[in-house]
């Protein structure tokens, strides 16, 4: 009877442990299905600062932009203005009245309310004569600024601005908080789907959800997201390859991207962008202030090989400051087409029949001192020398370029979609005057009729492209690499960012 009840009570023990370990079994399956709530993105240039509304790089924008901070208006992943902290707005028919109506019950991660008097101030701060706003252009048609109600915002207007709703919505246009705007560069408070918790400077920024976000359809799906910053082209392949980040939406080094070719978790998509790689001259330096040598350089350009030699094929070649994706382009390679003689004929022509030395400050990034040296060679051959001098991005390299104009050519993929009116900036680094293309962006802003803009925009590309303020290469292409379960990041970049609100694991 011992043996029996012995032999039954080990079965019954063995039953036991067996279903323990079964359901600890079934429970770690479980585990290992369900989805990640967190998300590594990586970024090869850590910004300089959090702040959107008070300097200009683009890495800026790409970790808070539709993340912590949101605007009047947003732009959506189609390039398409939408209503975001305005729910709704009307336009006089004169085109100088903007009234908007703001949605009500929406606060800052501080907890301080949103509201007309907040977005009054939010505007006057970029417009003010101490502004710092990189684009405080933008604001430059607006006369005043009235609060009626706290749900109401009304903007004066000096003259009609056609791109006004589409300028609200950029990074540079976000609403910020009186209370914590001085801050913001360290540690921004926004109305967005996530808070800031940390910036670890030389390594990454933390993100992590807003649990009292105002657009419960537009909550973020994810808990927790981190911005890692590796500039290094092959240490992104490494920490994609290795799982130490999820996804690099711009990766830097096109020449790898068929390595992830039938990868088990990583996939490869190529989307449009607008950055357009141009190689800006100093236009009020000799000999870039003469119009024959600008063309003649143009005309030593083969954009084919720059496009092959510098991003692996990947690329668009353009012939003015704008890209396939914007409305009204037009094709301009072919107004100075490659044609090495006929450059050379044109140097002599313009008094340089052996031609000249100059030096570019190229950039630290991939593309910038690849397509630099590939322009060194092609220049070489109709006798132009050109030295090349890494300068430090973004610091140095807006420093002496962007607020000094102290450079002969320098070399930068220029972000901002529909951004052709950079040539009539004064002062900015070009140092392009041309009354007559001033006079075309004007009547851009004057009118609000699509057919009549893009008509108007197709002069613009054309007097750049006789011009020649700038060598216009290629317009480079979104190369992103991530796992094969993150959903929901853009494919095209129509304005550079990287919005988290819809990313989400695959079950």
Do not use: C
Request: hydrophobic content about 40%; overall charge negative.
């Amino acid at each position: 009877m011992r043996k029996k009840g012995f032999l039954w009570a080990a079965s019954r023990h063995a039953l036991i442990g067996a279903a323990v370990a079964l359901g600890a079994g079934l429970s770690a399956v479980h585990a290992m299905a369900a989805p990640k709530t967190d998300v590594s993105i990586g970024m090869a240039i850590e910004p300089a600062g959090l702040d959107p509304t008070a300097a200009a790089p683009v890495a800026i924008g790409q970790v808070t932009w539709q993340n912590i901070f949101e605007g009047l208006t947003t732009i959506d992943r189609n390039g398409e203005v939408q209503p975001q902290l305005a729910e709704s707005w009307e336009i006089s028919d004169d085109g100088k009245t903007y009234t908007f109506k703001l949605r009500p019950d929406v606060t800052f991660h501080n907890g301080v309310a949103f509201d007309s008097a907040v977005a009054k101030f939010a505007i006057d701060r970029a417009r003010g004569s101490d502004s710092v706003n990189p684009q405080k252009r933008y604001f430059a048609s607006i006369e005043a600024v009235e609060t009626p109600d706290p749900s109401t915002l009304v903007l004066k207007l000096k003259q009609p601005a056609g791109s006004l709703l589409y300028w609200l919505g950029w990074p540079s246009s976000v609403m910020v908080e009186p209370q914590s705007a001085d801050d913001n560069k360290t540690t921004p408070v926004g109305t967005g789907p996530f808070k800031f918790v940390n910036w670890a400077k030389g390594a990454s920024v933390q993100l992590e959800r807003n649990p009292d976000y105002w657009n419960e359809e537009g909550a973020a799906m994810l808990e927790a997201a981190t911005f890692r910053f590796i500039n290094d082209p092959q240490a992104q392949a490494a920490a994609l390859q290795a799982g130490d980040v999820d996804a690099f939406p711009e990766f830097g080094a096109p020449e790898l991207m068929s390595s992830f070719e039938n990868h088990e978790t990583l996939e490869t998509v190529i989307g449009n962008t607008e950055l357009k790689v141009v190689a800006g001259m100093n236009n009020a330096r000799e000999p870039f202030s003469d119009k024959r040598v600008r063309q003649a350089l143009m005309m030593a350009v083969d954009r084919s090989m720059i496009v092959d030699g510098a991003w692996s094929g990947f690329g668009t070649p353009i012939g003015s400051h704008y890209t396939p994706n914007d409305r009204g382009y037009q094709d301009m390679t072919g107004v100075y087409p490659y044609d090495p003689e006929k450059a050379k004929a044109l140097l002599a022509e313009a008094g340089y029949p052996d031609g000249f030395s100059f030096t570019i400050k190229a950039p630290q990034m991939a593309y910038a001192q690849r397509t630099s040296q590939i322009l060194q060679a092609l220049f070489a051959q109709i006798g132009v020398t050109m030295e090349i001098e890494t300068t430090e991005f973004p610091a140095k390299w807006v420093a002496d370029v962007l607020k000094a104009s102290d450079y002969d050519m320098t070399i930068v993929a220029h972000a901002e979609p529909m951004d052709i009116d950079i040539y009539a900036r004064d002062p900015y680094y070009f140092n392009y005057k041309n009354p007559a293309f001033n006079d075309v962006l004007q009547r851009i802003e004057a009118t609000s009729d699509p057919a009549e803009q893009e008509a108007l925009y197709g002069e613009a590309q054309k007097i750049l492209a006789e011009d020649v303020p700038a060598l216009f290469l290629f317009v480079m292409p979104k190369l992103g690499v991530w796992n094969k379960k993150l959903n929901g990041l853009w494919e095209n970049e129509p304005i550079p960012s990287n919005v988290l609100s819809e990313v989400h694991w695959e079950e």
